[in-house]
């Protein structure tokens, strides 16, 4: 059965065997003045200058983690922090941001266009953000795309597996497949620092 397109961004959904299950989420700011939404599941990076959690770019090498949430007070200042999945890109003062950053952690997302077969397992990959979609939930619409397979050490993800349930996602025969990654050039696992 075909697959069809369906974002969804890095679910996290386990971690690599042998590492120990910790659910480690970091946190950061998030300046109340960033404009860019940010959507659950979406890989974010600090800011090099100012230490600011923001959306990463499809350029983006090293990451900090993948987003799951914020607490904000919003724009006009009034009330208590409230939480949600994504940012909405404005808030009276800034933000919690909060993030997967364990370093064996596995997310499943979604290919966009040529499917990831088996033989791409123990590649690395880069990221497509993707536009994320308030209504529902606040979910990611990043994906990985095959044109962004790669030998470089910097690529943000590494293929681990291929989604191995039934329906949408599991055919890796075409397009629009599901894959299991994990962090291949993240904060806890690069020996660079940030620049």
């Not at 480690?24 to 109340?32: K, P």
């Not at 939480?83 to 009276?92: K, L, Q, T």
């Not at 499917?115 to 791409?120: F, R, S």
């Not at 529902?136 to 590494?158: E, H, R």
């Amino acid at each position: 059965m075909a697959n069809t397109q369906s974002a969804f961004g890095f679910r996290h959904i386990g971690y690599l065997s042998g590492a120990g299950v910790d659910y480690q989420q970091s946190s950061g700011l998030i300046l109340s003045t960033n404009t860019t939404k940010i959507f659950s599941g979406d890989p974010v990076v600090r800011n090099a200058s100012t230490g600011n959690i923001e959306q990463a770019a499809a350029t983006t090498t090293q990451i900090a983690g993948v987003f799951v949430g914020c607490e904000f007070i919003p724009v006009g200042g009034l009330g208590i922090p409230q939480w949600s999945p994504w940012w909405p890109g404005a808030a009276a003062v800034a933000a919690t941001a909060y993030f997967i950053d364990a370093p064996n952690a596995k997310f499943l997302v979604a290919a966009l266009n040529t499917a990831i077969t088996a033989a791409n397992v123990g590649e690395n990959i880069t990221v497509n953000i993707g536009t994320g979609q308030a209504i529902g939930g606040g979910f990611s619409g990043a994906t990985i795309d095959q044109a962004g397979l790669t030998t470089a050490t910097t690529a943000p993800f590494k293929i681990v597996g291929l989604y191995q349930g039934i329906g949408n996602g599991s055919d890796a025969s075409s397009a629009y497949n599901w894959v299991e990654v994990t962090f291949n050039n993240q904060a806890y696992r690069s020996q660079v620092g940030i620049a």
